[in-house]
């Protein structure tokens, strides 16, 4: 019996540049085999630009040629265990059959993956439709059934809603039940829980699970997260520039991991790390680097704990109420609100990290950007430095946003893609009118730029040209431009590889060491949250569910809501 797909020292090369100069090409796989069988899940784990989802759109061709070239291998697909076929020789029509049929993907993002002028209902219609001769009743009927199997509340009613009006959750289940609504023999997963909470993860991760099981699929599951995966796989697979560097079962990837950069994957987890602890990072381990120095081991608690003041409140917050109209009159006035933040108190004290955590639509977000005033408050006050944000005018607020400032979730939308970078974070000393010339700014930025381990002569580069690491640390060099005291970063390193989140953790403790500023800091991981927090908050439905030193809410939490947080937490084998 055959493997259900084997792929066979598989290379793929991306070709750029047009016009007289020699076309520039760029290996992206370079001979990796690898076998899925029947009833089986494989996991491919690696960072970003590793190779893994383009071995992944190889088995589909979903890759456009041009630019990708298939310079060697072979990627065989036997559904019955007998009879092969070469996917890569197939025709347009063959693949088109093979397709969503007999192979079908979950794809990472729902919402760019969901048709927004189609109810959900209608897109899994549609796919089932177009593989089996079936009636539009009969279509119907089992995409309510997929939609009770996938766990969604009220199929019925979910069938005629629109993906706008579903949770990230619910459009996640929404593309399973499109990707196994044909039964398919193999399934192939990218990244499919990399945006969502631990708990909706979780519940994500035990639905394939058991629909694998069910239907006897493969599985391809992608993720650059190891702690995700060993929830999940079978057997994991490795990748590095492209290569596989290490496979084996999930059981010996944790308990002996052989390559260097599978070991640092699993060390710069934070949650294998104590509350300020320096991270280590995955160049320590390839570079076969000496172990820290005792100065480097050293807890960036201890030093940050020295700027706190406790009896000092930086912040201030007074039954703080965010509240958005639901429902309507004809005449516009609102009937019914949704309560984002719903009667909050709080302080927040000099030179702490206060971490706020919660599931998304708990209010967390909302909360962060009403302390800015980037949201207005339906009622309450806000203090700062015993100052009512709520009650000055704009003017006044413009120019204390010097010292306040946010760090955005995706940097690629923070960042203006007709602005180099070096204008971008010039920008704010320009408005707040800070250093006279140009090119006492443009020192500034460079200053700046090194602080976060960028080089000088990236000031005249594009937002495009960086990796969303990179990007992530050139918005923290522009929060940083008007040396604030004050600082949130929303989920800043959410939809960062493990990896590069290290990094960036280790910056932002750095650079609080040195410019003593106050961080809220955002986030739905509690791991992430214990590592980086002096203190932590967990809001759920608006309101603060629970508050304490960081460790005592990880280690002993009370709450029921908070516990389930943390049990949701991959943690590995």
Same mark, same amino acid.
């Given at each position: 019996?055959?493997?259900?797909?084997?792929?066979?020292?598989?290379?793929?090369?991306?070709?750029?540049?047009?016009?007289?100069?020699?076309?520039?090409?760029?290996?992206?796989?370079?001979?990796?085999?690898?076998?899925?069988?029947?009833?089986?899940?494989?996991?491919?784990?690696?960072?970003?630009?590793?190779?893994?989802?383009?071995?992944?759109?190889?088995? /589909?061709? $979903? +890759?456009?040629?041009?630019?990708?070239?298939?310079?060697? %291998?072979? #990627?065989?697909? @036997?559904? *019955?265990?007998?009879?092969?076929?070469?996917?890569?020789?197939?025709?347009?029509?063959?693949?088109?059959?093979?397709?969503?049929?007999?192979?079908?993907?979950?794809?990472?993002?729902?919402?760019?993956?969901?048709?927004?002028?189609?109810?959900?209902?209608?897109?899994?219609?549609?796919?089932?439709?177009?593989?089996?001769?079936?009636?539009?009743?009969?279509?119907?009927?089992?995409?309510?059934?997929?939609?009770?199997?996938?766990?969604?509340?009220?199929?019925?009613?979910?069938?005629?809603?629109?993906?706008?009006?579903?949770?990230?959750?619910?459009?996640?289940?929404?593309?399973?039940?499109?990707?196994?609504?044909?039964?398919?023999?193999?399934?192939?997963?990218?990244?499919?829980?990399?945006?969502?909470?631990?708990?909706?993860?979780?519940?994500? /991760?035990? $639905? +394939?699970?058991?629909?694998?099981?069910?239907?006897?699929? %493969?599985? #391809?599951?992608? @993720?650059? *997260?190891?702690?995700?995966?060993?929830?999940?796989?079978?057997?994991?697979?490795?990748?590095?520039?492209?290569?596989?560097?290490?496979?084996?079962?999930?059981?010996?990837?944790?308990?002996?991991?052989?390559?260097?950069?599978?070991?640092?994957?699993?060390?710069?987890?934070?949650?294998?790390?104590?509350?300020?602890?320096?991270?280590?990072?995955?160049?320590?381990?390839?570079?076969?680097?000496?172990?820290?120095?005792?100065?480097?081991?050293?807890?960036?608690?201890?030093?940050?704990?020295?700027?706190?003041?406790?009896?000092?409140?930086?912040?201030?917050?007074?039954?703080?109420?965010?509240?958005?109209?639901?429902?309507?009159?004809?005449?516009?006035?609102?009937?019914?609100?949704?309560?984002?933040?719903?009667?909050?108190?709080?302080?927040?004290?000099?030179?702490?990290?206060?971490?706020?955590?919660?599931?998304?639509?708990? %209010?967390?977000?909302?909360?962060?950007?009403?302390?800015?005033?980037?949201?207005?408050?339906?009622?309450?006050?806000?203090?700062?430095?015993?100052?009512?944000?709520?009650?000055?005018?704009?003017?006044?607020?413009?120019?204390?946003?010097?010292?306040?400032?946010?760090?955005?979730?995706?940097?690629?939308?923070?960042?203006?893609?007709?602005?180099?970078?070096?204008?971008?974070?010039?920008?704010?000393?320009?408005?707040?009118?800070?250093?006279?010339?140009?090119?006492?700014?443009?020192?500034?930025?460079?200053?700046?730029?090194?602080?976060?381990?960028?080089?000088?002569?990236?000031?005249?580069?594009?937002?495009?040209?960086?990796?969303?690491?990179?990007?992530?640390?050139?918005?923290?060099?522009?929060?940083?431009?008007?040396?604030?005291?004050?600082?949130?970063?929303?989920?800043?390193?959410?939809?960062?590889?493990?990896?590069?989140?290290?990094?960036?953790?280790?910056?932002?403790?750095?650079?609080?060491?040195?410019?003593?500023?106050?961080?809220?800091?955002?986030?739905?991981?509690?791991?992430?949250?214990?590592?980086?927090?002096?203190?932590?908050?967990?809001?759920?439905?608006?309101?603060?569910?629970?508050?304490?030193?960081?460790?005592?809410?990880?280690?002993?939490?009370?709450?029921?809501?908070?516990?389930?947080?943390?049990?949701?937490?991959?943690?590995?084998?």
């Amino acid at each position: 019996m055959n493997p259900l797909l084997r792929i066979k020292d598989l290379s793929v090369d991306f070709i750029s540049g047009s016009g007289a100069g020699a076309p520039t090409r760029t290996n992206a796989l370079g001979h990796i085999s690898l076998s899925v069988n029947k009833g089986e899940i494989v996991a491919l784990v690696g960072e970003s630009g590793s190779g893994k989802s383009v071995t992944s759109l190889s088995v /589909l061709q $979903l +890759i456009p040629s041009p630019p990708a070239e298939y310079t060697s %291998g072979q #990627i065989l697909f @036997s559904e *019955d265990g007998e009879k092969t076929i070469d996917l890569l020789k197939l025709d347009h029509q063959s693949l088109r059959n093979i397709r969503g049929n007999k192979i079908a993907m979950i794809f990472q993002e729902p919402m760019t993956s969901l048709n927004p002028v189609l109810t959900c209902g209608e897109q899994i219609k549609e796919a089932i439709q177009s593989h089996r001769k079936v009636s539009k009743a009969i279509a119907k009927k089992e995409t309510i059934d997929w939609f009770a199997r996938v766990k969604l509340p009220l199929p019925e009613k979910m069938y005629d809603r629109y993906p706008h009006e579903l949770s990230g959750g619910q459009k996640q289940r929404v593309m399973i039940a499109m990707a196994m609504c044909c039964h398919p023999s193999l399934l192939i997963c990218d990244e499919p829980t990399t945006a969502l909470d631990v708990t909706i993860q979780k519940t994500i /991760l035990h $639905l +394939i699970k058991e629909l694998q099981q069910q239907e006897g699929m %493969g599985v #391809i599951f992608i @993720s650059h *997260d190891l702690g995700v995966v060993a929830e999940i796989a079978d057997r994991i697979a490795v990748m590095y520039k492209g290569e596989i560097v290490e496979e084996n079962s999930t059981q010996a990837i944790f308990k002996n991991p052989q390559h260097p950069y599978t070991r640092g994957l699993l060390a710069c987890r934070p949650i294998n790390h104590q509350r300020g602890e320096r991270l280590p990072v995955v160049s320590d381990f390839l570079t076969q680097k000496k172990k820290e120095t005792e100065e480097h081991k050293k807890p960036f608690s201890q030093d940050i704990d020295d700027g706190i003041n406790p009896a000092t409140p930086l912040v201030k917050v007074d039954h703080l109420s965010v509240w958005f109209p639901a429902r309507k009159t004809l005449f516009g006035k609102a009937t019914e609100y949704i309560k984002a933040v719903d009667d909050v108190s709080l302080e927040i004290f000099k030179g702490e990290t206060l971490g706020l955590v919660g599931e998304s639509g708990c %209010g967390k977000t909302t909360l962060g950007r009403a302390l800015l005033r980037l949201i207005e408050p339906t009622g309450g006050r806000i203090l700062y430095n015993n100052r009512d944000l709520t009650a000055i005018d704009k003017n006044e607020l413009r120019n204390l946003r010097r010292n306040i400032q946010i760090i955005f979730q995706d940097p690629y939308s923070s960042l203006n893609p007709r602005l180099s970078i070096g204008s971008a974070i010039s920008e704010p000393l320009k408005v707040h009118e800070i250093l006279s010339s140009t090119r006492s700014r443009k020192e500034k930025v460079v200053e700046l730029l090194e602080k976060v381990d960028l080089k000088a002569d990236h000031y005249n580069r594009y937002p495009h040209e960086f990796s969303g690491g990179q990007r992530q640390r050139i918005v923290i060099a522009r929060a940083l431009a008007l040396n604030p005291s004050f600082i949130i970063c929303d989920e800043s390193v959410a939809a960062l590889d493990v990896s590069v989140q290290a990094q960036v953790l280790n910056l932002l403790n750095d650079l609080k060491r040195e410019y003593r500023f106050t961080v809220v800091f955002i986030s739905h991981d509690l791991a992430v949250v214990r590592y980086i927090s002096d203190r932590i908050m967990v809001m759920n439905k608006g309101k603060i569910e629970e508050s304490g030193p960081a460790d005592e809410i990880y280690f002993n939490s009370r709450s029921p809501y908070t516990k389930q947080l943390i049990a949701s937490i991959p943690k590995g084998l």
